[in-house]
């Protein structure tokens, strides 16, 4: 009798895992998911992940640089679970590889998931371990978040900084540290009263895992099964993880810092929806406090972050509670208006409020241009009432509803101010204008899809209104939908060919799709209309210099720093532009101007003594 061949059954599982490596990489997790369980059934000892028989699997979440993510069925409770899988991970008891993970349940319960169970796919041989936690229904990760609502706006992303801070504060001053910060780290889910609510995941498992700079060394030395993927997803890591985490010992051991660190990164990245490496101070919301916080959070040295989350908390939450309508409105125009009415009100106002009271409450019309005259003098909470005297008289009053709305925005009462747009318009639902600030609100709370709507309502009844159009094609850019704001953009232009902001942020969305060439020829129209634009003239060298176009680029950059000469990033980049060019002495002087704005700025100082050593000089 002849010995049976097993060969073909073990190639055939090892064919069907590579697949599913290759496909889990590429996000096809659908295909990759039928691959893995060809694998698993041709193979089970080698192949399954996880305890499929308690956990059968339904989908493939997502797989990064630790492991893969699966959503599991509960075979006994019958219920929805997420099971991490790792690709690699430390060996010993499966309780004490586990153990702070499971801890975090007590530590931070209000910003984790609750941790279900635990063990080893291969328990005798400890490999492949796995990780189950509850499943959050509606809740969507950070990269999720800004694919399908784009990036934070200012109120929602002061509160998820808020409770990420805190979450790493239970942690830390318990002894533990997460390590892997990043937006793909952190479920969001908006609840019934707008409100969203910050989960973390992944906590302590980065220390289950191999370590990142492990992981990186270990794809020079060696190719495993594993290399491909995670390489690829090592280095988005790798935006998130601080020097000291990247094996640079210069920087020392990590430590609380690189959570510190890791928060920065991830807020620019909510808030800016920029990858973080290439966020600037005017992509992040018009708050000094803010920027400069996360900027701080984000310095190279360890020493030169604030001290620990709590720290970050302390500087969040007057941020959060201010009142202070400067700090919290996000436009220069509406900044400008309230100052403007601020101004007003004081040359105005005798300080007798009692005159325009009028004698018969239900005078609707004495309340009604009380009401107005109070709006004109700034004075906006007294107009609301006002207002609300007309409409205990008169409900169906278009107007009063429409210019409560209008006041309610200029506070900040943002979801009050849509209320009342919403009751205006129940009443003439084809008054464009309505449509059309009702949208530009709805922007201002980050809910684009919905400021789309009421921006088509208003073009539907007004197809000519160029700010209807202008405005729209930023909410979609805020989306990231950039080819779809693109043509918003052009509609506007159509309309109002000299308008340079649409001119400009045109050549932003051209620029996001790596269409350099179509961006500068935006930019240049831009600065025809307004000369004296630094954003224009920074981002077109900045896209010449996308298109290796050095030279051009450097006497962009030359324009912005005529314009404004203190800006760190146009001499820095502009020293990088030089360096390219083989003039490194020039180089240098670019980087000496942007250190003497940011003197402790790393990448600075570290490309300076690159451009000394090319010189042949050894630097200080």
Same mark, same amino acid.
């Given at each position: 009798?002849?010995?049976?061949?097993?060969?073909?059954?073990?190639?055939?599982?090892?064919? #069907?895992?590579?697949?599913?490596?290759?496909?889990?990489?590429?996000?096809?997790?659908?295909?990759?998911?039928?691959?893995?369980?060809? #694998?698993?059934?041709?193979?089970?000892?080698?192949?399954?992940?996880?305890?499929?028989?308690?956990?059968?699997?339904?989908?493939?979440?997502?797989?990064?640089?630790?492991?893969?993510?699966?959503?599991?069925?509960?075979?006994?409770?019958?219920?929805?679970?997420?099971?991490?899988?790792?690709?690699?991970?430390?060996?010993?008891?499966?309780?004490?590889?586990?153990?702070?993970?499971?801890?975090?349940?007590?530590?931070?319960?209000?910003?984790?998931?609750?941790?279900?169970?635990?063990?080893?796919?291969?328990?005798?041989?400890?490999?492949?371990?796995?990780?189950?936690?509850?499943?959050?229904?509606? %809740?969507?990760?950070?990269?999720?978040?800004?694919?399908?609502?784009?990036?934070?706006?200012?109120?929602?992303?002061?509160?998820?900084?808020?409770?990420?801070?805190?979450?790493?504060?239970?942690?830390?001053?318990?002894?533990?540290?997460?390590?892997?910060?990043?937006?793909?780290?952190?479920?969001?889910?908006?609840?019934?009263?707008?409100?969203?609510?910050?989960?973390?995941?992944?906590?302590?498992?980065?220390?289950?895992?191999?370590?990142?700079?492990?992981?990186?060394?270990?794809?020079?030395?060696?190719?495993?099964?594993?290399?491909?993927?995670?390489?690829?997803?090592?280095?988005?890591?790798?935006?998130?993880?601080?020097?000291?985490?990247?094996?640079?010992?210069?920087?020392?051991?990590?430590?609380?810092?690189?959570?510190?660190?890791?928060?920065?990164?991830?807020?620019?990245?909510?808030?800016?929806?920029?990858?973080?490496?290439?966020?600037?101070?005017?992509?992040?919301?018009?708050?000094?406090?803010?920027?400069?916080?996360?900027?701080?959070?984000?310095?190279?040295?360890?020493?030169?972050?604030?001290?620990?989350?709590?720290?970050?908390?302390?500087?969040?939450?007057?941020?959060? *509670?201010?009142?202070?309508?400067?700090?919290?409105?996000?436009?220069?125009?509406?900044?400008?208006?309230?100052?403007?009415?601020? *101004?007003?009100?004081?040359?105005?106002?005798?300080?007798?409020?009692? *005159?325009?009271?009028?004698?018969?409450?239900?005078?609707?019309?004495?309340?009604?241009?009380?009401?107005?005259?109070?709006?004109?003098?700034?004075?906006?909470?007294?107009?609301?009432?006002?207002?609300?005297?007309?409409?205990?008289?008169?409900?169906?009053?278009?107007? %009063?509803?429409?210019?409560?709305?209008?006041?309610?925005?200029?506070?900040?009462?943002?979801?009050?101010?849509?209320?009342?747009?919403?009751?205006?318009?129940?009443?003439?639902?084809?008054?464009?204008?309505?449509?059309?600030?009702?949208?530009?609100?709805?922007?201002?709370?980050?809910?684009?899809?919905?400021?789309?709507?009421?921006?088509?309502?208003?073009?539907?009844?007004?197809?000519?209104?160029?700010?209807?159009?202008?405005?729209?094609?930023?909410?979609?850019?805020?989306?990231?939908?950039?080819?779809?704001?693109?043509?918003?953009?052009?509609?506007?232009?159509?309309?109002?060919?000299?308008?340079?902001?649409?001119?400009?942020?045109?050549?932003? #969305?051209?620029?996001?799709?790596?269409?350099?060439?179509?961006?500068?020829?935006?930019?240049? *129209?831009a600065l025809q209309i307004k000369p004296d634009d630094f954003d224009a003239w920074y981002n077109r060298g900045s896209a010449l210099d996308d298109l290796g176009r050095y030279e051009q680029a450097i006497e962009s950059y030359d324009k912005a720093l005529q314009i404004e000469p203190d800006d760190f990033d146009a001499w820095y980049n502009r020293g990088n532009a030089l360096d390219d060019l083989g003039c490194h002495e020039q180089a240098i002087k670019s980087y000496d101007k942007a250190l003497q704005i940011k003197p402790n700025d790393e990448l600075a100082r570290n490309n300076r003594k690159l451009a000394l050593k090319k010189l042949g000089n050894n630097p200080n």
């Open positions: 009798m002849s010995k049976r061949n097993n060969r073909p059954t073990a190639d055939s599982a090892l064919a #069907a895992y590579n697949l599913f490596q290759l496909r889990v990489r590429r996000g096809d997790y659908e295909q990759a998911l039928t691959d893995l369980q060809a #694998a698993i059934n041709n193979d089970p000892l080698r192949y399954t992940r996880h305890d499929i028989n308690k956990y059968p699997i339904e989908r493939i979440l997502g797989a990064g640089g630790m492991g893969v993510v699966f959503l599991c069925q509960h075979k006994l409770r019958k219920q929805r679970v997420v099971v991490k899988c790792f690709w690699e991970s430390r060996q010993g008891p499966a309780e004490q590889v586990f153990k702070e993970a499971f801890a975090m349940a007590e530590i931070a319960k209000d910003y984790v998931p609750m941790p279900l169970d635990y063990g080893y796919a291969d328990p005798i041989q400890q490999q492949r371990a796995f990780f189950v936690t509850e499943y959050l229904d509606g %809740a969507i990760d950070g990269e999720t978040w800004l694919k399908q609502y784009g990036k934070l706006n200012l109120a929602d992303g002061l509160q998820v900084a808020w409770q990420i801070a805190n979450g790493l504060q239970a942690a830390l001053a318990a002894g533990i540290l997460h390590l892997d910060l990043k937006p793909a780290n952190i479920l969001l889910k908006r609840g019934s009263n707008h409100a969203i609510t910050v989960k973390i995941i992944d906590f302590c498992l980065a220390q289950v895992a191999t370590p990142l700079q492990q992981q990186a060394a270990s794809q020079q030395a060696s190719r495993t099964q594993y290399s491909l993927l995670v390489g690829q997803a090592v280095f988005g890591t790798f935006d998130y993880g601080c020097p000291e985490q990247q094996g640079l010992e210069q920087y020392g051991k990590p430590g609380v810092q690189c959570e510190v660190f890791g928060f920065g990164q991830t807020m620019k990245r909510l808030f800016s929806g920029k990858q973080p490496r290439h966020c600037r101070e005017r992509d992040l919301p018009n708050m000094s406090a803010l920027r400069d916080l996360l900027f701080e959070c984000t310095e190279v040295m360890p020493t030169n972050r604030p001290a620990s989350a709590r720290a970050v908390i302390n500087v969040l939450e007057p941020l959060i *509670k201010t009142g202070d309508q400067a700090e919290l409105l996000e436009t220069d125009e509406q900044l400008e208006a309230v100052k403007a009415e601020e *101004k007003t009100m004081k040359s105005i106002n005798t300080g007798d409020d009692n *005159k325009a009271e009028p004698v018969n409450a239900d005078d609707y019309l004495t309340w009604f241009e009380k009401g107005n005259e109070l709006y004109r003098l700034g004075q906006f909470e007294q107009a609301i009432e006002s207002y609300d005297k007309v409409l205990q008289v008169k409900p169906d009053d278009f107007d %009063a509803w429409y210019i409560r709305g209008f006041v309610l925005g200029n506070l900040g009462r943002y979801e009050q101010a849509i209320e009342s747009y919403d009751k205006a318009l129940q009443i003439k639902p084809d008054y464009h204008n309505a449509w059309y600030i009702r949208g530009f609100v709805l922007g201002n709370l980050g809910r684009y899809e919905q400021a789309i709507e009421s921006y088509d309502k208003a073009l539907q009844i007004k197809p000519d209104d160029h700010k209807a159009w202008y405005n729209r094609g930023n909410a979609l850019d805020d989306l990231g939908r950039h080819e779809q704001a693109i043509e918003s953009y052009d509609k506007a232009l159509q309309i109002k060919p000299d308008d340079h902001k649409a001119w400009y942020n045109r050549g932003s #969305a051209l620029d996001d799709l790596g269409r350099y060439e179509q961006a500068i020829e935006s930019y240049d *129209k």
